[in-house]
């Protein structure tokens, strides 16, 4: 029976029928539903890790235990396990191995919108690039078998496009794929003499690849006019606009289909390369002396879509064309009603303070109107940031600079920012936002929450100790509902003379261990003053009504529905007129 | 079945069961027999941002996206997102709104403001269907359900059955809700007309 799945959904169905053992990964938008549909079938071990790096790692191991495994990240985690990736592919496999990397065009959920095509070149692997749901399910089951056959991890690419699109898909079922374990020394130890050997063999691999390449992609040959190659979504799009173009699909895309592409390039009068972000295929299309049409007309930055390929390549638009309405007022995501990391950024703004900032919901906290942090990287770069400008400030720094990080940041790559903050003499104040659980991408457990992936509980790790272990000397809890206890918090760390964690005490509104209000807060519109203090702490729960009663030019609402009733505006009002309503 | 694709396009704010709706439209569209490719984005949507999903269905159907200008029908969930997408509509286009209005933080605490009358706005440039969805589900027991009687409204607009209608939706909504789900589909169906 077809069903519709998302490209998450069917890849984590081929992963299980492909008889994976382990599967390890990071949470990260587009990847994270891939693991939380594994998860359901038993027979896979499936575990969140530290970070992608671990990830990676821990599929290695499966791999050379002689089972299949898979390592799940989004395309900046490929940018963390980036070190075991390069020298995996020298080493190769013994079970079957696949990474996925879930790219971003269009950056929906990222930081940025790297094209993580160049890594499976820059790593001399194999990728694959699914077009649809059925097609991620089929193309992973087949990802199994190179790896095997080729001795190589195999990089799977997807975009957001693919993992979060439904569409139809056969299921089949789970076979088995076992070897044994064998000490292969030269094969798995890579030192200098043993490396230098297999990267010989790596090179002596890509030709072979291309082989196989020219057999998995072929031409669906329509009209002679205009040829397109394309990979990914941007097949989908170029089969919308060109219905009637020869189409070379590259579902496989490292190494290039030489043969194919010379053959289609011979029988069309006009060549095009539709492909999102980086002309990765044209250049080396181009590189081969075949002219082309791409980059010079399709845009290297965002998405493609089905207009964004036809306005550049054929110069039509069928947008329907919209006049004579006002400006709409835009809805970008805010912080929820009662999130925890509101206090702190209150707070914060309110004072002369540079904050180093992370990836996490709290990124949401630089924009208007809360508008209180000033640089996020990537993961961990906080706590690196705060000390890079405490050591360039000097004697003056301290009091003036803060890091704030969440806790499965931390937990992922903060841990060693700190440390070297301890040991190289530093002043820091960090804040470890501590709403215990992945709360971005959705909610998943990490090593702080207590439990796995699998649902079973675990050790928790403690904050706390490891920033002790670490040479933390003060350490402090608050809660961040609080606006003069987090204000205290910060007074203290800042006349501490070392450096300082502070760390918040509650959980993420959309947790499971959800705060339950007893209570929303209330407007009195009579001992309302109208100066719009509570407007400015982003709280969507509160809203404001034109015309207001008794001739003001507005009145404050609190949504009964969306307020959890955690007391932060109450706190911000200096009139008494927003009030807790009673129990 | 013809050759023509049916696109339809559904906006509103994170939380309001956009995505919930567009799968059970995607089901229903499957169950009937067409070939379906529904694309939404999550990440943020839990966090209150603008929602759009697009769900295609036909015999066959290649981009998960919407071609702008070549929407058939807009389903929106808020008066002024509903606004937002008027671009992506075919010229034969109609919408399914429900009458309702969500004030974003840039308008409560920022320079923008929210349009006096975004429903006037929206009949001037397409034939709409407004439905006030969440005081009809508020009053058949939760407000929860204002999107099925929006997907009630959109039922009598698409080609797939009732029936097959109703089992997309006990498939697809939380245990338990399935028969007031079923009433607030009813009563959408009612309030857009017809049989």
Known sequence: MRKLLSGNEAIAEALYEAGVKVAAGYPGTPSSEILLNLVAHGEVHS??????????????????????????????????????????????????????????????????????????????????????????????????????????????????????????????????????????????????????????????????????SNELNTVEWRGRDVGIIADGVAYQYAREVFPDASTLKLVMSHPLPDARIRELAAAVKQLYVVEELDPFIEEQVRAMGISCVGKDKLPLLGELSPEVVAKSLLGTDKSRKVEGLPELPP?????????????????????????????????????????????????????????????????????????????????????????NVVYNRGMSTIIVLDNRTTAMTG??????????????????????????????????????????????????????????????TRPCVLAPARITGDHVAVSDKRACKRCAACLKIGCPAISKVTPGTDGKKFDVVVSEDLCVGCDVCVQVCKFDAMRRSPP | MTGKVTNVLMCGVGGQGVILASDILAEAALRAGFDVKKSEVHGMSQRGGSVVTHVRFGAAVHSPLIRKGEADILVAFE?????????????????????????????????????????????????????????????????????????????????????????????????????????????????????
Not at chain 1, 153 to 170: F, M, N
Not at chain 1, 342 to 351: D, N, P, T, W
Not at chain 1, 413 to 418: E, K, N, P
């Open chain 2, 79 to 195: 008066l002024v997102e509903a606004l937002r997408y008027l671009d992506s509509l075919s010229s034969q286009a109609v919408a399914v709104v429900d009458d309702v209005k969500r004030v974003p933080t840039t308008v409560s605490s920022g320079p923008f403001t929210y349009p006096a009358d975004p429903a006037g706005l929206l009949k001037e440039r397409v034939p709409t269907t407004l439905i006030d969805c969440s005081a009809v589900a508020k009053a058949l027991g939760s407000v929860r359900m204002a999107n099925t009687v929006l997907l009630g409204a959109l039922s009598k607009k698409v080609d797939i059955p009732g029936s097959v209608w109703r089992e997309a939706i006990s498939q697809k909504v939380p245990r338990g809700t399935e028969e007031a789900n079923m009433r607030a589909f009813e009563e959408g169906r009612r309030l857009a007309g017809g049989a």
């Open chain 1, 331 to 419: 809805r970008p995501p805010v912080l929820c009603p009662g999130c925890p990391h509101r206090g702190i950024f209150l707070v914060l703004a309110k004072r002369d303070i540079f904050v180093y900032g992370d990836i996490g919901c709290y990124t949401l906290s630089s924009a208007p109107p809360i508008s209180a942090m000033d640089t996020c990287l990537c993961m961990g770069a906080s706590i690196g940031g705060a000390h890079g400008m405490d050591m360039a400030l000097g004697e003056e720094r301290k009091g003036r600079v803060v890091g704030v990080i969440g806790d499965s940041t931390f937990i992922h790559s903060g841990i060693t920012g700190l440390l």
């Open chain 1, 47 to 212: 575990e969140w890790c530290p970070n992608e790096k671990v990830a990676l790692e821990v599929a290695f191991g499966a791999s050379v235990a002689g089972r299949r495994s898979v390592a799940v990240m989004k395309h900046v985690g490929l940018n963390v396990a980036a070190d075991p990736f390069f020298t995996f592919a020298y080493v190769g496999v013994t079970g079957g191995c696949v990474v996925i990397t879930a790219d971003d065009p269009g950056m929906h959920s990222s930081q940025n919108e790297q094209d993580n095509r160049h890594y499976a070149r820059a790593a001399k692997v194999p990728m694959l690039e699914p077009t649809d749901s059925q097609e991620a399910h089929d193309l992973m089951l087949r990802a199994y078998d190179i790896s095997e056959a080729f001795d190589t991890p195999v990089l799977y690419r997807t975009t957001t496009r693919i993992a979060h699109s439904k569409t139809p898909v056969e299921l089949g079922s789970r076979t088995e794929h076992e070897k044994a374990v064998e000490h292969q020394r030269a094969k798995y130890v890579m030192v200098p003499g043993n490396a230098k050997a297999r990267h010989k063999l790596i090179e002596e691999r890509l030709p072979k690849l291309r082989g196989l």
């Open chain 1, 443 to 504: 909610g998943q457990n990490h090593p702080g929450t207590g439990f796995t992936l699998m649902g079973e509980p675990t050790h928790r790790l403690d904050i706390e100790a490891i920033a002790r272990a670490l040479g933390v000397e003060l350490v402090h809890h608050f809660d961040p509902y609080d606006l003069k206890a987090t204000g205290e918090a910060l007074d203290r760390a800042f006349a501490h003379k070392g450096p300082t964690v502070l760390i918040t």
